[in-house]
């Protein structure tokens, strides 16, 4: 449309009274046609609304007749009940949870909730939470969710058929006066189910536990996994852990123990069943601990061991009984040994007198005495054939890390090396440089050089070494896997260089601290301040 305002369309141009007249007679028309087709579209939009509605009609009674021959409807009832056991997490127990399985299954409709009802499978699993009362509220509230506590649990496990039962009961500790009250109801809730646990997991208080002393290993005859973390309680000095009756169990595998108050030697276990075992002291000082004689004493009553983790403590002073009998462990599997205290006393008395032949991984950790003379002979030729190795750098000296290295048995496979996140050594005293990554790059000048079948590579946070030694390492070996930690900037960008070795299967995973984000913002002291770094 032709106008003879175009060149001042779009423009801040003011017009004079005689072309607002002109205007305005040239819009008679356009305004006219405008109001024709709103009419037309609004007639449009009426049969659209009603094609709409008529569709939403037929797509209903076509998608309820579809329902009625669904797949799902036909699936049979053993399908289903398999269906369901799948979606119950396997690597804890079920939540009191609408938000997790099984509960979540019996709210997508009545069909479905009566097939999880009746499939006792769902109900053998159950994490149990005591309520806690903050010191604002009021008790009846507390009283109530704990009586609905109860009620959930008896209802779950008396559903569970006869299935064994695996269960885990998570208390808390606060100074008010029914905590104890509260925890000895939940335990006691699970008192007639004791013939069907066969995994149980008590975070708890001893004296909690002292109230289901009474049951015998007889009374827990499916009984094979016990975890026990004890929440201290200043009374439990003189916890008597050799009344718990129940940790007789024969059948009783695997035991998990963790708390402040309890002698390692003094357990009412049936050692010579096990074959896993975790012994974590919270070490207090003047406390018990568990040390090298008694790691000994330990592993003598449990042959059958195929993994461990101990926490160990061994002072300046401890007696050494080098040259006894050597004590074989044929079965052990998995080592993760925990040192306090002097680390070249634990070595030298713990290793000396012990052979696994077995042994695949060890994970040596702690916060010992450093200790420049320590020797990991005894423990290297303890274990000849060990395949994957996870330690503490805070253990070693530079020299003490490249003898250990260089002694590794060739069947390593994977090398996993941590430092703890506050960095206790001075500055410029790191250990994992240049030169030991060297010892471990294959080269002319090594006929032999350290680990010659690893695989994986893994260093976090105790990174000394140079951008240049760590492509040089990759590219002389034929690695599976490489995670590097940086704790430093990047010096050179080597990702681009091992693209191929990326392509032929290498995962490799390098992150470096992020850059710092400098800010100069007008706004900061104020409370309205915006978010965005860019102001």
């Known amino acids: 449309m032709s106008s003879p305002f175009m060149s001042r369309l779009g423009t801040n141009y003011c017009p004079e009274d005689e072309e607002i007249a002109e205007i305005q007679t040239l819009l008679a028309e356009p305004l ?18 009603d094609l709409t509605q008529e569709r939403a009609r037929l797509r209903a009674y076509v998608d309820a007749h579809r329902a009625l021959i669904s797949p799902v409807r036909r699936l049979p009832l053993d399908i289903i009940q398999e269906i369901f056991v799948a979606c119950i997490p396997t690597h804890r127990n079920c939540a009191m949870s609408a938000m997790d399985a099984p509960v979540i299954l019996g709210r997508i409709c009545s069909s479905w909730r009566a097939i999880s009802l009746s499939t006792p499978r769902l109900w053998s699993r159950l994490h149990i939470v005591e309520p806690t009362c903050p010191y604002n509220s009021a008790i009846a509230v507390f009283e109530e969710k704990l009586e609905q506590r109860l009620q959930t649990t008896t209802a779950w496990l008396g559903r569970s058929g006869q299935c064994p039962l695996s269960i885990s009961l998570q208390s808390t500790f606060d100074r008010t006066s029914f905590t104890s009250t509260t925890q000895n109801h939940l335990i006691q809730a699970l008192l007639p189910f004791a013939s ?32 026990i973390s004890e929440i201290h309680e200043p009374s439990e000095d003189s916890a008597r852990w050799d009344s718990l009756g129940f940790l007789r169990g024969p059948e009783i595998s695997s035991f998990y123990i963790m708390g402040s108050s309890f002698s390692p030697m003094e357990l009412p276990i049936r050692w010579e069943g096990l074959t896993n075992l975790s012994i974590a002291e919270r070490w207090t000082a003047g406390g018990p601990s568990l040390t090298s004689e008694m790691s000994l004493q330990l592993f003598s009553r449990c042959p059958q061991l195929r993994s461990c983790r101990l926490l160990v403590h061994d002072g300046l002073n401890t007696s050494s009984r080098v040259g006894d009998r050597i004590l074989d462990l044929p079965f052990l599997n998995t080592l993760d040994l925990q040192c306090v205290g002097t680390l070249s006393s634990t070595i030298r008395q713990l290793f000396s007198r012990l052979s696994f032949p077995q042994l695949r991984h060890f994970k040596l950790r702690g916060n010992s005495n450093h200790d420049d003379n320590v020797s990991y002979a005894p423990f290297l030729a303890a274990a000849p054939r060990i395949e994957s190795l996870d330690i503490n750098i805070e253990l070693f000296s530079k020299p003490s890390l490249a003898g250990f290295l260089r002694g590794l048995s060739p069947t390593i496979r994977e090398i996993v090396i941590n430092e703890f996140p506050i960095r206790w050594r001075e ?54 896997r490489v995670v590097i930690r940086f704790t430093r900037d990047m010096e050179l960008d080597i990702q681009p260089e091992l693209l191929p070795l990326v392509q032929s299967g290498l995962h490799l995973d390098l992150s470096y601290p992020p850059p710092a984000v400098l800010q100069f913002s007008p706004w900061q002291g104020l409370a309205d301040a915006p978010n965005s770094p860019d102001l």
């Open 32 to 49: 006219l046609q405008l109001s024709h087709l709103d009419d037309e579209i609004a007639k449009l939009q009426a049969a659209l609304g």
């Open 427 to 480: 500055v410029g005293s790191d250990i994992f440089d240049d030169e030991i990554l060297a010892s471990l790059t294959p080269s002319p000048d090594l006929s032999t050089p350290c680990c010659p079948g690893l695989q994986v590579l893994e260093i976090n946070d105790c990174c000394s070494f140079s951008d240049e030694a760590l492509l040089r390492f990759i590219q002389s070996r034929m690695l599976k």
């Open 196 to 227: 069907r646990w066969e995994h149980m997991t008590f975070t708890t208080l001893f004296s909690v536990l002292a109230t289901i002393s009474h049951l015998t290993a007889a009374d827990v005859p499916m009984l094979k996994s016990v975890s």
